[in-house]
């Protein structure tokens, strides 16, 4: 099982005399598809956070953020066009699509900016790619599922935000544990777009035209309305896979409590986009050597360390991790080595 990696070990390997880089003449901006769900929230809090000390510490001039108002590659591939024309130095990127994108993406590289994607990423070669195994996260899922339902049953799959590299990798990997496990079967599958909400009104619609249900594979930020869903519904508790929510996480505490219940949490932290804030930076300093994909871990909790996190993460949020410089130059670092 993989955590998230606090680089802090890694930066005591930097030379003593790192200077802050001269970019500070230099303006990135952030694109970003979507923000209607908690992650999404924690995401640009997190690159607010860092961006902002960033623009007062002079690293760099500006770090704008612009969200589109639907969440449509057409809307997203013109914003980048125009953040082409605006001038920018880099655009950081959470992409609607890994690969419809991609003729925009071009065409900033081609114009001499920087292009860095992250959590939903880009396939087009010019740019970089702050990647997480997604895909090796879904099939954990099953994994363990497999340890909570031994004897195996009924799942049913509530997909991501469709068209995305996310929701593509994690569906691939799921599919790749139950081929491994075949006493489990999907049986059915909804879109929770990542969203409690949505979730819990698309699970509640189909629930009455499925067979019964051990557990729940998901891709964060549908868990707890799932559970919501379940019991409005009066059907039994399946074992649900969580994804670090704080009300998902609050909630498998209480079910805890009441009579042991059992899970796995996992996600990408949103502070990911912190991450890919400074590999921006660092490439407009003029780093040669930095790999156009970082694979970083994503953050996984357990039946004996949940509670231990979860004073830690604000109501209504995700649990995080925001970057420094030094833990990004750490972990460029560590991608080379590899």
């Not at 770090?63 to 449509?72: G, R, S």
């Not at 496990?181 to 969203?195: C, L, M, N, R």
């Amino acid at each position: 099982m993989k955590k998230l990696l606090v680089l802090s070990a890694f930066a005591a390997m930097l030379a003593s005399g790192t200077a802050l880089a001269d970019t500070s003449g230099k303006k990135i901006a952030f694109s970003n598809n979507y923000a209607g769900n908690s992650w999404r929230q924690a995401m640009l809090d997190s690159y607010a956070i860092v961006t902002k000390k960033a623009v007062d510490d002079k690293i760099v001039a500006a770090a704008d953020v612009f969200t589109t108002a639907d969440k449509e590659v057409p809307t997203q591939a013109a914003q980048v066009q125009n953040l082409i024309l605006q001038g920018y130095d880099a655009i950081v990127i959470n992409a609607a699509s890994p690969d419809a994108l991609n003729g925009a993406i071009k065409q900033a590289c081609d114009a001499g900016i920087v292009v860095v994607s992250f959590d939903g990423i880009v396939t087009e070669p010019c740019a970089y790619r702050v990647v997480v195994d997604f895909k090796d996260m879904g099939k954990q899922e099953v994994e363990q599922m497999a340890k909570f339902q031994p004897k195996g049953g009924n799942l049913l799959e509530i997909r991501g935000l469709a068209g995305t590299s996310i929701d593509d990798a994690i569906h691939a990997g799921i599919l790749e544990g139950v081929a491994a496990h075949p006493e489990f079967k999907i049986v059915g599958s909804v879109t929770g777009d990542w969203d409690q909400t949505t979730a819990q009104k698309a699970v509640a619609t189909i629930l009455p035209s499925l067979p019964d249900i051990v557990g729940i594979v998901d891709q964060g930020g549908d868990g707890y309305g799932a559970a919501q869903a379940f019991a409005a519904a009066g059907k039994p508790r399946p074992t649900i896979i969580m994804g670090n929510r704080q009300d998902e996480l609050k909630w498998w505490k209480e079910q805890k409590e009441k009579d042991g219940y059992k899970t796995w949490s996992a996600s990408i932290a949103p502070g990911v986009s912190t991450l890919a804030f400074w590999v921006a930076q660092q490439v407009l300093d003029g780093r040669k050597d930095i790999p156009h994909d970082l694979l970083v871990p994503y953050l996984a909790f357990t039946q004996d360390d949940f509670e231990a996190a979860l004073p830690k993460i604000k109501e209504g949020g995700v649990a995080t991790h925001e970057y420094t410089q030094e833990e990004a130059i750490a972990a460029i670092k560590a991608n080379i080595k590899q």
